[in-house]
């Protein structure tokens, strides 16, 4: 299972830190990948993934140099801070968790997902 949390109502400009723990399978083995479902969207965009060590870590161009995504695998715990967050940004973010992935930007690749965080940028 995975839990987001940290999500919240924030202003233009503003900064916020999202929080995924796992439970229950391997953290430490998985990638872990960040998604976004905008309002009024269905599809689920690819934000930002990390590796299961670490060492390799992907941005969607929209957030590069304004998020960074990072992990501690002792606590099973995946973390996205957001700084300079943009009206654009709003929607439920997700985290995804998967053993064997390919393609960190295809969401149908990932086997385990969050129940989501919503984050609102407001003025």
């Known amino acids: 299972q995975l839990a987001e949390s940290g999500g919240g109502l924030v202003q233009p400009g503003g900064s916020l830190r999202l929080s995924c723990t796992a439970s229950g399978f391997g953290f430490a083995y998985v990638s872990i990948g960040w998604f976004r479902q905008a309002p009024g969207n269905n599809a689920r965009e690819a934000v930002a993934s990390i590796a299961s060590t670490g060492y390799y870590i992907e941005y969607h161009d929209s957030v590069n140099g304004r998020f960074t995504i990072s992990r501690d695998n002792p606590r099973n715990t995946a973390y996205l801070e957001m700084n300079n967050l943009k009206l654009e940004d709003t929607g439920i973010y997700y985290c995804?968790?998967?053993?064997?992935?390919?393609?960190?930007?295809?969401?149908?690749?990932?086997?385990?997902w969050g129940q989501g965080t919503q984050v609102t940028v407001s003025a």
């Open positions: 995804a968790a998967d053993a064997f992935l390919n393609n960190w930007q295809n969401a149908d690749e990932y086997d385990f």
